[in-house]
């Protein structure tokens, strides 16, 4: 205890000095308008963090990456319980929804039903959340919601929602990143016709990848260990990346077209994603659905919660050639001490424990290698490309006197508020009239970042100030989630256009979460 006290104040004392520096630089370069020498190299980089490439090496070891158990939302049953599942080094205890991990993919079409039972057979309160879906009240898992050890909870709702992938996960009120973290999270796919009509890769040529890090080390224990100290603030970082529920996941890929759904289900850690050998990445959708028009990208930015849908054309790959799904070494802009400053970026061997185990998990912003794909030798074949025009994005029309509001994401002495104030469970933090859109500016004046999340359907990112200064080319789509930086002001237009009710807004850093940065938003 009093070691972890110790490491906690050097800790806030080095985030308070690393903003400083960041501020102070921000302040001088603002003369000769720049911001800081790494917003310059973002935008030198077309808004791509800097990174160093070739940096990891092929592990050893390789497991076949799962593919999550398809189920459909019509009459489906989720026993929330404890169960021993293989994460690829052996058998381990997770915290499960029917024993799957990751937790079942439910697979719905636009206009469907859905009818789900949540039994609840862990040893303490827990409630499901549909992440992304516009939801009425009663159906979003709202913390006040959770359910007792033997309980159940009955959900029936209409998808409503575009066709894109979506996910689900426990929302119990300070144990939601405890909870996630040991196994409960699943994708929802949503069809519907006007994706069909597109002949995007299909079958097995269609890929889901719940995307996490986790805190093994060279073991296999899942537990949820949070310290008082750098968990809190940083949130539960790991250092072994974990897709689909499996350690060092390798996949056979035919050489051809694919499209890979990925989502971040991280609890804290912020993905750059890319193809280790360059290879580039077209992004056809985001968190609501499709985009209006493909977009060829070398790197994707995800925070925790947030999804891409892309095209991966492995066509020209020789049989048995290797490529990683990479998430490669960033600096955030207000945090640039933690990298280099403590020489910690290690060139981002994701095995290393020593220093790493004691901040707990591989630094925000370490390099690790995700998914293998190992080319097949069938014939290859011409990958179909996307067709120019998906979608058209539903706007959100805001009209220059619309209402605004907004919310500043502070995070200090171990706090971590909205406006100032941490979230109570009761307390109706905003009153917003349905149908009603509104501009919400968020701001964060912390040396961290939060992919800030708001409930009950997409909004629409219009504007970034300070940091990276513009609407990054994945956030031009709908969204539930977006990135926040340190420094950062983004403004998203909302509309609240179906459902009444309690909702909520918070970070999905789901150890911010838990301490507090979430607050209530009642539709009128
Ligand atoms: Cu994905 Cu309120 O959460
Ligand atoms: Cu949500
Ligand atoms: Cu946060």
Redesign the pocket.
């Known amino acids: 205890m009093a070691a972890n006290r110790v490491d906690l104040l050097l800790l806030l004392l080095e985030i308070e000095m690393d903003r400083r520096r960041f501020l102070t630089l921000a302040g001088t370069a603002g003369a000769v308008g720049l911001r800081s020498p790494i917003s310059r190299a973002w935008a030198a980089a077309g808004g791509v963090a800097p990174s160093v490439s070739g940096a990891l090496r092929p592990l050893a070891r390789r497991h076949p990456l799962g593919v999550p158990e398809v189920v459909s939302a019509a009459d489906l049953t989720l026993a929330a319980r404890p169960a021993t599942v293989d994460i690829g080094r052996g058998a381990t205890e997770a915290w499960t929804l029917n024993g799957a991990l990751p937790s079942p993919t439910i697979r719905v079409r636009r206009g469907e039903r859905a009818s789900i039972l949540l039994e609840n057979s862990l040893p303490e309160p827990t409630i499901l ?1 549909w ?1 992304g879906l516009d939801v009425p009240e009663a159906a979003d898992g709202h913390p006040r919601l959770a359910i007792a050890t033997g309980d159940s909870y009955q959900y029936d709702f209409t998808v409503e929602d575009r066709a894109g992938l979506y ?1 689900y ?1 426990p ?1 119990t009120h300070g144990r939601t990143g405890a909870q996630t973290y040991q196994g409960m999270a699943g994708l929802i796919v949503v069809e519907d016709d006007e994706e069909s009509a597109l002949g995007l890769p299909s079958g097995e040529l269609d890929l889901p990848i719940v995307l996490q890090d986790k805190r093994l080390g060279d073991g296999t224990s899942l537990a949820y260990e949070r310290s008082m100290g750098p968990d809190v603030m940083y949130g539960y970082l790991g250092d072994t990346a974990v897709a689909n529920g499996v350690v060092d996941g390798t996949v056979e890929v035919h050489r051809t077209g694919y499209r890979l759904r990925l989502l971040n289900a991280s609890n804290a850690r912020v993905f750059e994603l890319g193809l280790s050998d360059g290879r580039p990445l077209t992004l056809i959708g985001t968190d609501g659905g499709l985009l209006e028009r493909p977009v060829t990208l070398d790197r994707i930015m995800m925070g925790t ?1 947030e999804r891409a849908d892309v095209l991966v054309d492995f066509s020209s790959m020789e049989p048995g050639e290797r490529v990683y799904l990479r998430s490669f070494e960033f600096q955030i802009p207000g945090m640039m001490g933690m990298m280099g400053g403590r020489g910690m970026g290690g060139g981002g061997m994701g095995r290393g424990r020593g220093m790493h185990a004691m901040m707990g998990g591989l630094p925000q912003g370490a390099a690790m290698d995700l998914v293998e794909f190992v080319a097949s030798d069938a014939p290859a074949e011409t990958a179909r490309p996307a067709s120019d025009v998906l979608s058209s994005v539903p706007r959100i029309e805001l009209e220059s006197g619309a209402p605004r509001r907004t919310f500043r994401f502070e995070s200090a002495m171990m706090q971590h508020t909205i406006n100032g104030r941490s979230f109570e469970m009761e307390r109706v933090d905003v009153r917003v009239p349905r149908g009603q859109p509104e501009r919400w500016i968020i701001e964060n004046t912390s040396g961290l970042p939060h992919p800030v ?1 708001i ?1 009950v359907g997409q909004f629409q990112v219009l504007a970034r100030a300070g940091g990276r200064n513009r609407v990054m080319p994945w956030e031009t789509g709908l969204k539930d ?1 977006v990135l926040v930086w340190p420094e950062e002001r983004v403004e998203v237009g909302v509309h609240f256009r179906t459902h009444r009710g309690l909702f ?1 807004m ?1 970070c ?1 850093n789901l150890e911010h ?1 838990d301490m507090g940065m979430m607050l209530n938003f009642e539709v009128e």
């Open positions: 959340h992440h996910w996960h929302h919660g999340h409930h989630t909520l918070h999905h979460e």
